[in-house]
């Protein structure tokens, strides 16, 4: 028979409502449960609720498995669960790459953490190769199992564990990292995005290597290059990163010329490359600088640019500082919408989970009447289809996009 613990009567309606956490301020007397253990969720009454993982030095005490008590969580069930989410990504077009040049993309989000089943978990597939974070104490308490059950399903070649993110430290764990199964004949391997070619080290920069999940902003940011009308067309991609958006752009319009912003190197040099695999080297430029302090200059030298693309990191990490993350997005737009030509266009995102789309939209806004810019919004987006949402998880919509028309 396995632990159990009980909800208290005053948040058993709220929980029926579908959110995957539990805080701990609405659990029963939770004492004497093994951290990292799965144990059945009940009422005050005892009535069965859900099966979860704990953790009683996270201020998230449970985390959600199933709501169904016929399934018991072992390889089976996570087995399954992999086998669940590829369909998914089959019918947004994804799959594995199979040897046979087909594909047009070969990177894609597996397995996106408590919208796929896997609460503290992501999966990340380059190719044949899968990269791995494991967020959470209760999905490193059954790493074995899942590794075992994503092996059976996926068959890759190797899979790279990239656990180091700042959950890891919330939930009482170090950081992990490395290659864990197969072998990586060299660090960089190549994908396909759309049709166009990319390098990443699995083994070292942001996130699990690349951001999977701008994919379809970038595919509709080269739409609307496509259609650009003038002489010109001027691009400056601020927190360029590997440069994936100016490639795109580069792609799209023959006469784009692509100005790359960051203030890493090795990720500038990389963009390069971006553009040399592509074919379109000729129309990219790099600067290495601080993207609030080389807005003023280009501000104070009235250099113009007719696309503008803001892609910064996140801002905050909680609450407390969602006030200090709206000043920073204010100020980077108010720059950015000044350096823009009449009729030009930005891109402008956020992935600061705590700051929500509507809040970004009135800072935005704001940014807007300082500049004293009329916009006009032209698409109103966020994460791909291999990032989906639980309608009852705002927590886990981070992305948040904006494309607008300076008029």
Known sequence: MSDSIRLIPAREKIFAQGHPWVFSGALVNPAGLPDGATVDLLTTGGDWLARGYFNSRSQIALRIWTRRPEETVDGAFFENRFRDALRLRHLAGLDFFDGTNR?????????NAEADGFPGLIVDVFGSVCVTQ????????????????????AQPTAIIDRSDSESRAREGLPPTGGLIYGALPEPEIEFRE????????????????YYLDQRENRRRIADFARNWEGPEFSVLNAFSYTGAFGVYLAEAHSQARILH?????PAL??????HEINGTADR????????FQQFRRFRDERRQFDLIVLDPPKFAAGQDHVDGACRGYKDLNL????????GGLLATFSCTGVVSRELFRKVIAGAALDARREVRILADTGHGPDHPLLPNFPEGEYLKGLFLRVT
């Open 103 to 111: 594909q047009t993309t070969t990177a894609f989000r597996w397995i």
């Open 134 to 153: 494991f967020q959470t104490l209760g999905v490193e308490t059954r790493r074995a199992e899942i590794l075992e059950s994503l092996v059976r399903v």
């Open 194 to 209: 759309n049709g166009l070619h990319f390098r990443v080290n699995l083994l070292e920069g942001q996130k699990t290597g």
């Open 261 to 265: 912003l960051d203030e890493s190197a």
């Open 269 to 274: 040099d990389m963009a390069l490359r971006h």
């Open 284 to 291: 990219a430029e790099i600067l290495k600088a601080n993207a």
């Open 335 to 342: 720059l950015a919408l000044k350096l823009l030509r009449p």
